[in-house]
């Protein structure tokens, strides 16, 4: 399966802070924010990834992440002159999926729990049909939400409702078949002018081969595109780490783990950051000579 990361758009829900920069370099608290949405498709077992951004970013995404082979991936990029939807990106990238699965994720979404990597692993083995979340919260309308019956099965999906539909949001994270290309292509602009995903998740959903898997309360789930959302997950992260001696996103400490880089090229990753973070890499290899 390949890996979609979705690093587009202006970024307005942060002005005046995005204005000279990605909202995806921002940090959150001691890493850029791609880190964690790139962390979570390398959890997935996904190598081959293509990163949509603005045509301003590139460079930067380019200066941060290169060609990916530092951390065993393969990383190609997409530029996106124009907003146009969530859907939008994968018709964009249509070359790179070349009829094969793929996972979109957004690139202001962090993910984390004990169990995400084995839900992840589970999910890229889909063939047939989309996969797609859902996080119980507390303001719905401002998510895509899902709707389930009594068995749990989906019943229906809306876009940011403006009267009670469900309590369950749709992360930004999704697995698709092959057949997602096509079916983006049968898809109309909406009324703001985007291609939306809650439309294409809904053509799935009329095939009858659309599957979603509640995250409990044993998962994390945050969107960070907002001021006050960038607070939080920073304040989370910290915690986390501070309480518990792990890092949450540290992308080289997945290629280890995953087995995408040896240990000679953590130790020279490792180098290039006198810091903290570097301390911690050096840990990983401590810990697995124990």
């Known amino acids: 399966m390949k890996g979609i990361l979705l690093a ?3 970024g307005s829900r942060l002005y005046p802070t995005t204005l000279a920069t990605s909202k995806q370099l921002l940090p959150i608290f001691d890493k850029p924010m791609i880190y964690y949405p ?3 498709l390398m ?3 996904i190598r081959e990834i293509l990163l949509i951004t603005a045509p301003q970013d590139e460079a930067r995404f380019k200066a941060l992440l290169g060609d990916g082979s530092s951390l065993g991936l393969e990383i190609c990029y997409q530029v996106q002159k124009s907003p146009l939807g969530i859907a939008h990106a994968i018709l964009l990238a249509e070359p790179f999926i070349a009829q094969e699965p793929v996972a979109l994720i957004l690139g202001d979404n962090l993910f984390y729990g004990s169990l ?3 839900v992840l692993k589970t999910a890229s083995q889909l063939t047939k049909g989309a ?3 859902a996080y119980q919260v507390h303001h719905p309308d401002r998510y895509g939400v899902v709707r389930f019956t009594e068995n749990g099965e989906v019943l229906g999906i809306e876009e940011k409702p403006s009267t009670f539909y469900s309590s369950f949001a749709i992360p930004g994270l999704y697995f698709y078949d092959e057949q997602a290309v096509e079916l983006v292509k049968q898809l109309s602009f909406s009324e703001r002018g985007e291609l939306e995903i809650t439309d294409l998740h809904k053509k799935y959903l009329e095939t009858g081969t659309l599957s979603c ?11 960070t595109g907002t001021p006050s959302s960038l607070i939080d997950a920073s304040s989370f992260v ?3 780490q501070e309480r518990q001696g792990i890092m949450i996103g540290a992308v080289e400490e997945v290629a280890y783990q995953m087995g995408y880089i040896d240990e000679d090229t953590l130790v020279e ?3 290039s950051y006198p810091n903290a973070y570097g301390e911690y890499l050096r840990s990983l290899l401590k810990m697995s000579s124990i």
């Open 8 to 10: 587009g758009g202006s």
């Open 38 to 40: 790139l962390s979570t």
């Open 43 to 45: 959890l997935a077992g």
């Open 116 to 118: 995400l990597p084995s």
């Open 131 to 133: 996969l797609i979340f």
């Open 213 to 223: 898997r509640r995250l409990d309360k044993g998962f994390v789930w945050l969107d």
């Open 238 to 240: 910290k915690t986390m």
């Open 269 to 271: 990753k490792a180098k």
